[in-house]
Structures are given as structure tokens and as C-alpha cells.
């Protein structure tokens, strides 16, 4: 579906999203739990322009980040429909089962501190820790978290001359039941230059191309020129599991330098999670199906004004009500 990512799309309203080639790995040691790793953070307020023009204070910049807990096993499930038809809605010769990992315990205890410049020296010792918390979601198909935290006074001084810096550095502190310990997370965050996208979808992740182009030779053309160059997306998230879509996609991604639309391509997606994901891809192709939409809405809610779920090139989007050019941002 059609979720609404929108964030404050004022001028003076900063957002950011994780630096591309970040000197410093956001994942930190979570004692005996593992590795807390995070793949994706935004930083945003939920102000809009008629928040300002009312003069009511400037809300707080927010950061939310979403995290995946590695203990270097995992374990899959497909849920069952039935006992008599287990299989019901999927197809018999592919496992459809999703990577589940162990996940944050509820008591978890999250805060994070801000600064413009890296370096330890930066965050002193008796720093206020900004308030934080744990947003899980869980069910047969997926165990996902998301740490929440705000920014505080430190953001909000931005807002004056001479603006929001550039790139903002960020510890965020993950103290978690068990672990023996916090673990402390280094940010990178840069600033989004362009204002907010009127609308993205996200694909999930995607194998097997040469094998699809064979039965259906146009069907990667087709689905994106309808979707960005008919229905009014202006960007789309591709995910692949095999690497086998870089050939389709390259004239997208090489076009996006001077076109209006834009097209990023998440290549080998599992294996920028862990390598055991990407093993298990293998044999379950859409393992880490619901980690690519955590990661494509998390980004994006510092990037665009609305995002859609577009699973394959075999699922269109249509606008009953308008079927002309454009239509879905009318």
C-alpha cells in the first residue's frame, strides 16, 4: 500500500539521511546478544509549513533507525495457512519463508547524543543523553526494530543563523537486558539537499533476471516506464537478490544524473545485511523481503512525501478514477 512519509518540507526544516561510505560502521559489540548493526536512519521533524507560519515553537528533530540484531544465526519461516494446505498463496517451487533474528528485548533501553564534528572528544562525559525508545513489530513473517530518539536542544539551535551543518555526527546507546553492557552505535548523517519527493515506490528484493527477460524480454522496461513514466512516480528503490538486474537498471541509474525521475539500485541486497542472509537467499529468495521495506521506508521518510510498496514487474498500480498521465499526484 500507499503510506505517507511526510516530514516537515520547510526550508528551515533540516533532514538527513546515513552518509553513503560512512568512515565508521554503524553497528557496535551487544555483549552476548551479539551485534546491533543499523542499515538505515533518517533524522526529521513532523513540522510543516503551517506549523511556522502559526508561530507555535519549532518541534524537535527525531531520529528513527532501523536495527537488526546479529547473533550469526537465523532461522526461517513461511506461515501457514493451513494444515491441510500449507503451501495456500504461494507458488510450489519457491519458498516465499522469511529470515527471522532474535530481535531487541522490549525493556530495551535506547538514548543518543549529537554532535557537528566527530571524534570522542565531541560527546562529553556528562553530555545529557537525549530520551529514546524501542518500536518492535512482530508476527510470522517478520521481528523488526526501530530505535526512536530525540535530538533536543542541540537541533533545535540550527534553526537559527547560519542553519543546519552539513553532516552531523551521532552516538546512539542501545543498553539491552543481558547484553553485560551498552552498546554505543556511531552515526553518520548528511544533510538532504533536494526538496521532498513527491512520490517513491520499493521493490522487493528481485532474482533472477536473465531467466524473467527470456519469458518476458521487455517486463523490467515496461513496469518502470509505466510506473515513473506514466502513473507520476518520481523515484523507485530496486532491491536484488543475485545481482542480475544491474544490466536492466543501469540506463535508469546512469539517466537519473540529468532526468527529473530517479531510479537507486540496491544491489545483492542480503549480503549489506550479513553474510548469513545472503546464504540463505539462496534458497529462500525472499529471506530478507520485509528488511528491504524497513530499509526503503526509513529512508524515505526523510526523503519523500509519500512511498508504495510495488513488490515485482508483475504487480501495476492504477488509478481507476483518473487513467491519464500523471495521474497518481493529482
Known sequence: GIQSMALADHALAARYVLCPGAARSPEAPLGGLGHVRVFAASVGSMEGAGRIRSGRPRAALNLQAAVLVD?????????????????????????????????????????????KTWGWRNFPANATWGAGRVASFRNAELRHDFLQCTLGANALRWRRYPGPPERVFVRLRVLAPGAGGPATIPLELCRVERPLIPATFCSQPLYGYDKLRKQLPWIMEDWLDYHIGHLGFVHAEIYDVDGSFETALEPWVRASSWRRT???????????LSPQMEELSRDHP?????????????????????????????????????????????
Open 262 to 272: 530517479t531510479v537507486t539500485y540496491h544491489r545483492r541486497w542480503p549480503a549489506r
Open 71 to 115: 547473533e550469526g544465526r537465523w532461522e526461517t519461516n513461511l506461515p501457514r495457512f493451513s494444515s491441510r494446505k500449507p503451501n495456500a498463496g504461494h507458488a510450489q517451487k519457491m519458498s516465499y519463508a522469511k529470515c527471522l533474528g532474535r530481535g531487541l528485548p522490549n525493556s530495551t533501553r535506547v538514548g543518543c547524543q549529537l554532535s
Open 286 to 330: 525472499y529471506c530478507t523481503e520485509t528488511y528491504a521495506y524497513a530499509h526503503c521506508l526509513t529512508t524515505h521518510r526523510a526523503l519523500s512525501r509519500w512511498v508504495a510498496l510495488l513488490h515485482a514487474p508483475d504487480e501495476y498500480l492504477l488509478v481507476r478514477k483518473n487513467p491519464s498521465s500523471g495521474a497518481l499526484l493529482e
